[in-house]
């Protein structure tokens, strides 16, 4: 289904790629640091670090959002914090964005302000905006973000350095996205709690650098599920990670919506992705930065366990399967 074509007529293909361009960059502020740009062959940023942070998420409508789940404005929203989330699991802090953007001729234009209107105010909550992009005509509406980011003179923070001992933390939701895309797939619209976070996560992109500050070993975003993404940081690291039931808390709010749709909560929380919650390995007996909660210990050996026990079922989203 496409989005609601009601409040205008005009469509991309009417509007054209030029005109269409001109409207979602004119106006708009530039984002800090920028030299040049949008609007010539390429932005010029200031590196103040002299390194670059680069990262890019793709969102393909019906895959990672639905129009009939999502306003366009959500979605826009959505396609910039995923991407907003990569960067602070380096450690680093957001300095643009790149967006490209298919669409079908048929598309109304409206879709695309909307669209454009939500990514500039999530990149707005971290101080910076669009750099440039691109506009194509596709069969499927795609949204392609690219973040680059700053490290601010510190060391990125990588999936690899996990070291046995280590404490595993996490910062941000967990299982609300998860939970909110099963309440939308049974064709429920509340509660509102869970839906809202399946649309729009919200990252805890602070986190991240002062996680990185405070001595993180190692860091990763949970996009596919906290065991899975875990799943990288113990493979990366050549470690093994132990999560520990008793502190992982399952919110109550979960537990009531699970048990209306005869779901499991828990299930949610270690495997549910899309709501960017950061999960980091810090040294021991150091406290953890603020925004962090201790969910388990890093040990000798490989893979992610719960309690000592391998995982029963899929640990995370993976595409294709
Ligand atoms: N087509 C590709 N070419 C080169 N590198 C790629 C390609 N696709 C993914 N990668 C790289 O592989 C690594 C893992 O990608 P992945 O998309 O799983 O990470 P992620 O973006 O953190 O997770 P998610 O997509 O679930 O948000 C990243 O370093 C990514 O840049
Ligand atoms: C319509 C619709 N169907 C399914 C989902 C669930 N989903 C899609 S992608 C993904 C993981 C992250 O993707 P990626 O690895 O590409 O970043 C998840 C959990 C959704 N959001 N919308
Ligand atoms: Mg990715
Ligand atoms: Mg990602
Ligand atoms: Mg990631």
Not at 28 to 36: A, D, F, M, N, V
Not at 81 to 110: K, Q, R, Y
Request: glycine share 14%.
């Amino acid at each position: 289904m496409g989005p609601d074509s009601s409040q205008d007529a005009q469509t991309v293909s009417q509007m054209g790629e030029f005109g269409l361009i001109d409207r979602v960059i004119s106006g708009r502020e530039q984002s800090p640091g920028t030299l040049i740009g949008p609007g010539d062959d390429a932005a010029v940023l200031a590196a103040p670090d002299g390194r670059v942070v680069a990262t890019t998420d793709v969102l393909v409508e019906n895959v990672h959002f639905r129009f009939d789940w999502s306003t366009p404005h959500q979605v826009g929203r959505k396609a910039v914090a995923v991407n907003l989330s990569d960067i602070a699991a380096m450690g680093a802090v957001p300095t643009g964005l790149l967006v490209g953007l298919g669409c079908s001729p048929d598309l109304p234009t409206h879709v695309v302000d909307e669209l454009s209107a939500g990514m500039w105010e999530e990149a707005q909550q971290v101080g910076i905006g669009l750099v440039g992009g691109d506009m194509v005509s596709a069969a499927t509406l795609t949204i392609s973000v690219t973040a680059l980011g700053d490290l601010q003179g510190r060391a990125p923070v990588t999936r690899a350095g996990a070291r046995p001992g280590d404490v595993v933390a996490v910062a941000g939701r967990l299982g609300w996205a998860a939970a909110g895309l099963a309440v939308l797939g049974r064709g429920f619209r509340s509660p509102v709690a869970v839906v809202g976070a399946q649309r729009v996560p919200e990252p805890p992109y602070a986190a991240g650098p002062l996680a990185a500050a405070a001595g993180a070993t190692s860091m990763v975003d949970t996009s596919d599920g906290l065991l899975a993404d875990l799943g990288h940081v113990a493979d990366a690291s050549k470690v093994a990670i132990d999560i520990r039931a008793e502190l992982l808390e399952v919110p109550q709010r979960l537990t009531e919506v699970a048990s209306a749709l005869g779901a499991d909560a828990r299930h949610w929380v270690l495997t549910g992705g899309e709501d960017q919650a950061l999960a980091a390995t810090f040294p021991p007996d150091r406290p953890l930065p603020e925004g962090w909660r201790q969910i388990g210990e890093v040990a000798e050996g490989s893979g992610v366990t719960l309690d000592g026990a391998v995982y029963e079922g899929t640990t995370g989203w993976e595409h294709w399967r």
